[in-house]
């Protein structure tokens, strides 16, 4: 057991060496640019626009970030799949809903890879969608009004990190599991490690979309028990098919790093959607019990509901044949790409000498012909030459990621190299090579995953940054760097650090979205349940040991403003109507010794901040959002008594408040 041990470390050392080696190399040029040509071409004066929206992923924050391209400028953090005490995100009682799952309430998660709605495989920007890692969730941002509108819950999973990947009319979105693990009941997951070979499988859930965006989970499919990195559908003359990269083929559960770099292929696993799709119109599905959270945002209260849901749809492809094929991929591979026309599928194996590019057709053939040269846990293997295009030879080290400028080119990260690396698709010849600082992981061209890319930029996403900004301590900025990539040559123009660490980010032309922001929540249709609609019809209500706070909120002030007869012991909720009906001018609330964050809320919304005071006194409120030249005097007084005593309830507002 050793002995083999030691050979196997032997065999990947190389490998391991050079990857470690990652963080000390430094690219040979300094990278600094021509300052006046970059400049301009980066400069937006002031009052004007960026020409695209970049939507870029937070990781671990659970967030994404807006950025304007070609400035760098960020112009929105946007809560997802964490709290965010900003705006109240996850601390208010609309919107904790949001964040609950069949664990009960999560309020954070690791953001890796957005998908931008696609029609017929081009950006139509409604949507956005973020994978959770951790706790497996997809989420859906609208891009009128930039908010988390739905978070779906993927059961059977357990690292969603391929994951979401979406088709080409957004037909699904798809999340595979990084982890493989026992999908039965509760009582049968509880297994030994060491039966990984028997008892772990992997799943692939393809989530539908409705024409307003509703997510459901149409099926799933069990597959073997691997790893899934990452995933692309095809499109064009590919769709109808998906494409999944495997790692960990060895279907190891210990010392990964060793034992999950043993073959020199693992897979890319190409899926017959439509196929599936077939056997389940024939009833081919099973239905088997699982718990999942389904979290919405209602459109006309502002409140976040989740239902947990009890069973999902599975297709067990081992029994309906031809939806799963395996097709060689040298080795470990991270991301797969699918080029603008369908007909390209690049495996970026990250411990890979050479970049493997296979053609849609040959592999239609091969399959046709039955050309495979064996199988894996029962599925054919398609044969590795019969469906390669070719490779990229000497690309650089440790390729992850490619995406592709609309002329025939392709552009791959080289993470242990740092560089971008540009080839041609059809000569596979490597045309450039840029430095990154350093470490280049995702890549960004607006457009780049879709049926028409907008070549002009390329944003790399990097994971160290060293000496790049002003040293911030231990941590330092994560960092992005904006290539123009409309000549021969790509040519550095930016550096921007970024919010959280980035993985993936889309971009695409402001023009899609920036006519079609939401700008105020119309007040008469506000249908929450504690809604006041007008100064007049402020209150507090009483019932029991709870408080209720009608509240509204306009320039310069609250109503009610003064309120007393609450006591120790009670649960205060302060539902404040925002009353304008202007756009970009929300109001904030908070209370001395809230145990939760502020609000901010919309004009024309309601939002509820939950209050339990701790002790008798008088407790200022205040607008927390400099809303005019009276921002200041936006306050009010609330106070409490003791759990015992006999002060009545008591609220004003303005004019009333001498009675
Ligand atoms: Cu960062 Cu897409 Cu999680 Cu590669 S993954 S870098
Ligand atoms: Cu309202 Cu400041």
Redesign the pocket.
């Given at each position: 057991m050793k002995i083999k041990q030691a050979i196997n470390l032997t065999a990947i050392s190389a490998a391991v060496l050079a990857l470690s080696f990652s963080t000390g190399c430094r690219p040979e040029t300094a990278g600094s640019v021509s300052v006046g040509d970059a400049a301009s071409k980066v400069y937006v004066a002031p009052g004007q626009h960026d020409e695209f929206y970049n939507i870029v992923s937070g990781g671990f924050n659970g967030q994404m970030s807006v950025v304007g391209l070609p400035s760098g400028r960020v112009l929105k953090i946007l809560p997802v799949f964490s709290a965010h005490p900003e705006n109240g995100y996850g601390y208010t009682e609309e919107s904790k809903p949001m964040l609950n799952t069949a664990h009960g309430f999560v309020p954070w998660d690791d953001l890796?890879?957005i998908a931008i709605s696609t029609t017929n495989g081009e950006h139509d920007a409604r949507w956005a969608f973020g994978n959770a890692n951790n706790t497996p969730r997809i989420a859906r941002v609208d891009l009128t009004s930039f908010e988390t509108v739905e978070i779906l819950e993927i059961p059977n999973s357990a690292g969603n990190?391929s994951s979401p990947f979406i088709t080409e009319n957004t037909e699904y979105v798809v999340a595979s599991t990084r982890f493989s693990v026992p999908v039965g009941t509760d009582e049968e997951n509880d297994v030994p490690i060491e039966t990984y070979k028997e008892n772990f499988k992997g799943t692939v859930s393809f989530i539908k979309v409705g024409d307003k965006g509703d997510m459901s989970i149409a099926f799933q499919l069990v597959t073997p028990g691997v790893n899934f990195d990452?995933a692309r559908a095809g499109k064009g003359k590919s769709h109808g098919w998906f494409f999944f990269s495997t790692y960990n083929t060895e279907q190891a559960h210990t010392l990964l790093e060793v034992n999950a770099s043993q073959r020199d292929k693992d897979f890319i696993m190409a899926v017959n959607w439509k196929k599936a799709e077939e056997y389940i119109k024939a009833g081919k599905g099973k239905t088997v019990k699982a718990k999942y959270a389904h979290n919405k945002l209602d459109h006309d209260t502002h409140m976040a509901t989740s239902t947990i849901m009890e069973e999902v749809l599975q297709l067990d492809p081992k029994e309906l044949k031809d939806i799963i094929y395996f097709i060689p991929c040298p080795k470990s591979p991270?991301?797969t790409d699918v080029d603008p026309s369908g007909e390209y599928i690049v495996g970026s194996g990250k411990l890979a000498a050479l970049i493997p590019v296979f053609s849609f057709t040959k592999l239609m053939e091969a399959i046709d012909n039955q050309d495979f040269e064996g199988e894996y846990d029962g599925f054919p293997i398609v044969r590795y030459e019969s469906a390669l295009h070719g490779v990229v030879e000497k690309p650089g080290l440790g390729p992850?990621?490619t995406e592709f400028d609309g002329r025939g080119n392709a552009y791959t990260s080289m993470f242990v190299s740092s560089e971008v690396v540009k080839w041609s698709i059809e000569t596979l010849e490597v045309l450039d090579r840029q430095p990154t600082f350093y470490s280049v992981?995702?890549l960004s061209i607006p457009g780049g995953p879709t049926a028409k890319p907008h070549g002009k930029y390329l944003v790399a996403y990097n994971k160290i940054t060293k000496d790049r900004y002003l040293p911030t301590g231990p941590e330092l900025a994560h960092s992005a760097q904006l290539f123009d990539i409309s000549g021969d040559k790509m040519q550095l123009l930016l550096d921007f650090p970024t919010i959280g660490e980035p993985?993936?980010a889309e971009a695409f032309p402001a023009h899609l979205i920036k006519d079609k922001q939401v700008k105020i929540y119309k007040i008469e249709d506000n249908k929450h349940p504690y809604v006041t609609k007008g100064p007049g019809e402020a209150k507090v209500v009483r019932d029991g040991n709870k408080v209720h706070v009608y509240m509204t909120s306009i320039r310069s002030h609250f109503g009610p403003d003064n309120i007393e007869g609450v006591k120790v012991g009670d649960e205060v909720y302060f539902h404040v109507t925002n009353l304008e009906q202007d756009w970009d001018i929300p109001h904030g609330f908070a209370i001395k010794g809230a145990n939760t964050a502020e609000l901010l809320i919309m004009p024309g919304a309601t939002q509820t901040l939950k209050w339990t005071p701790d002790r008798p006194g008088i407790f200022p409120f205040y607008c927390t959002d400099f809303c005019s030249a009276l921002h200041q005097e936006m306050q009010g007084y609330l106070r409490v008594s003791p759990a015992n005593s006999t002060v009545a309830l008591k609220y004003s507002v303005g004019d009333t408040e001498e009675d």
């Open positions: 890796h890879h990190h990452l991270h991301g992850l990621h992981g995702h993985h993936y």
